[in-house]
């Protein structure tokens, strides 16, 4: 079936620091690639996304990019801040779009 | 905008009570709401999906029968863990889709989570 496989937290880096979390996947069909992150206390948001291989997707500073032939959506962000500590899941939805599938999440943890 | 809250967000309770989990969308309309269970350390696993005004669908090797899941109006679904024992001990999360969005699940708003511990 499908999955989602993450690279193991916890990240931790110093503030300004590269950022990259990596994420590969299996799937039947072309499925939707998304990145979410979850605020201590809060629920999870969607970070990016991307549709369709080759697509980029970005927001506040990360990118990811759907790169069919290594099956990966790695997360990237040249300069990481404090406020970017927080738990980040890689997922995909399937070709029908009804179920979701999670990676483990990744811990990162910033340093002033 | 597009809050989604749970209550409670903690509950402790006896090995063979049951306890209900309430997910509702605060600024929309769902037309659909997932619910999730989370083991430490470990990734979301959908449980069920639920559509207003109909049964859910639950994923293989979620009983349905201990898991109930209520989708009563499109800002309300109720999850109620029956005849709680400590394996069920986890942390539910729900999720909610927008009107109009049909059953795809490409645009979730979830909510906090709820930590369910049974003792």
């Known amino acids: 079936g499908d999955s989602v496989t993450q690279m193991e937290g916890p990240v931790t880096l110093s503030e300004e620091a590269f950022l990259t979390i990596n994420c590969t996947y299996t799937a039947t069909g072309y499925p939707s690639l998304f990145w979410y992150v979850q605020y201590p206390g809060e629920g999870l948001q969607l970070l990016l996304k991307a549709t369709k291989a080759d697509d980029k997707g970005s927001n506040k500073g990360f990118e990811a990019t759907y790169r069919k032939e290594t099956t990966s959506f790695h997360l990237e962000k040249g300069s990481v801040q404090v406020s970017d500590s927080a738990v980040y899941f890689c997922?995909?939805?399937?070709?029908?779009?009804?179920?979701?599938?999670f990676g483990a999440g990744t811990r990162l943890f910033v340093k002033a | 905008g597009a809050v989604v809250s749970q209550h409670p967000s903690r509950v402790i309770c006896k090995s063979g009570t049951s306890v209900k989990i309430e997910c509702r969308s605060l600024?929309?309309?769902?037309?659909?709401m997932f619910w999730y269970r989370q083991f430490p350390k470990k990734s979301l696993m959908l449980m069920a999906t639920?559509?207003?005004?109909?049964?859910?669908?639950?994923e293989q090797g979620v009983e349905k029968d201990k898991f109930l899941i209520n989708h009563a109006s499109l800002t309300l679904s109720t999850l109620t863990v029956t005849s709680a024992h400590p394996e069920d001990s986890s942390f539910y999360i729900c999720?909610?889709?927008?009107?109009?969005?049909?059953?795809?699940?490409?645009?979730?708003?979830f909510g906090p989570g709820t930590r369910l511990t049974v003792l």
């Open positions: 997922a995909l939805i399937n070709t029908g779009g009804f179920k979701t599938i």
């Open positions: 600024d929309f309309q769902a037309t659909t």
């Open positions: 999720s909610a889709t927008p009107l109009g969005g049909g059953r795809r699940a490409d645009t979730q708003y």
């Open positions: 639920s559509n207003e005004g109909s049964k859910a669908t639950y």
